[in-house]
């Protein structure tokens, strides 16, 4: 599994707000988007269920840098960044592709839990297999 996954896409008209920017909502939808794509595509999302648990967010924290309009092509990049005992940090990237733009980055602190006692459990073996770990990539 490569260490990023990314996925391309067309601003539409529903991501903007009063501003005619694309809303900061829109952004955490794409970042969950683009974390359930990972996690399916490297194989953790069906791991995950079979062990009979769920991944939750305890925080997150996206910096916007530039605004995207309706109609931009947009570029996200996410990759694992750490996993820890029970939570693992996801990092994710937004691009313009048109002019190679930085509009937003950040990142998103993930809990591994039980999917029936909603308590926190040690992400296993299998999970931490699925992933190539990238702390510092940018």
């Known amino acids: 599994m490569e260490a990023v996954c ?18 900061n ?3 955490l939808q794409w970042v969950q988007e683009a974390a359930i794509r990972h996690a399916e595509a490297s194989g953790c999302a069906r791991i995950t269920r079979a062990c009979g648990a ?6 997150h924290r996206i910096e916007y840098l530039r605004p995207a309009f309706a109609g931009d092509k947009l570029r996200v990049q996410t990759w694992v960044a750490d996993l820890r005992k029970v939570r693992s940090l996801r990092r994710y990237k937004f691009t313009r592709l ?10 998103t602190d993930w809990v591994f839990v039980d999917a029936l006692t909603r308590r926190p459990r040690a992400i ?14 940018k």
């Open 6 to 23: 990314q996925f391309e896409f067309d601003v539409p008209d529903a991501a903007l707000d009063a501003n005619g920017h694309v809303n």
């Open 25 to 27: 909502v829109a952004y």
């Open 54 to 59: 769920t991944w939750v967010v305890r925080a």
């Open 98 to 107: 048109a002019d190679d733009a930085v509009l937003a980055q950040g990142e």
């Open 124 to 137: 296993p073996p299998d999970i931490r297999q699925a992933f190539q770990v990238a702390p510092d990539l």
